[in-house]
């Protein structure tokens, strides 16, 4: 199994209870076939720039390790997922 890491943006019009049910689906993808080292939902903050016409967004950061094909089923999740603006996976090198 390898690390990983993953950031995501969330819609800052999205409610609390919706932030932590996107959340925990995504967490339950990871279990599924990894297990998560760090998790951390950073909360409401700026952008540097507009993203599909919004100015803020709910970031969390996720570490993980788990193998390829789980990776590439939660990147096909986040793409479909209306309330992800913005992600980031990466290969934790640390």
Same mark, same amino acid.
């Given at each position: 199994m390898?690390?990983? +890491?993953?950031?995501y943006i969330l819609r800052p019009d999205v409610e609390q209870e919706a932030v932590q049910?996107?959340? +925990?689906?995504f967490q339950g993808i990871i279990s599924n076939g990894g297990e998560i080292t760090k998790h951390e939902v950073m909360g409401k @903050?700026?952008?540097?720039? +507009?993203?599909?016409k919004f100015r803020d967004g709910t970031f969390v950061l996720v570490?993980?390790?788990t193998t390829? +094909?789980?990776?590439?089923e939660l990147e096909r999740i986040m793409k479909i997922s209306d309330e992800?603006? @913005?992600?980031?996976?990466?290969?934790?090198?640390a």
């Open positions: 390898r690390k990983y +890491e993953v950031m049910a996107t959340v +925990e689906k @903050r700026r952008l540097a720039y +507009e993203i599909k570490n993980f390790s390829p +094909e789980v990776v590439a992800v603006i @913005r992600y980031l996976i990466t290969l934790d090198v």
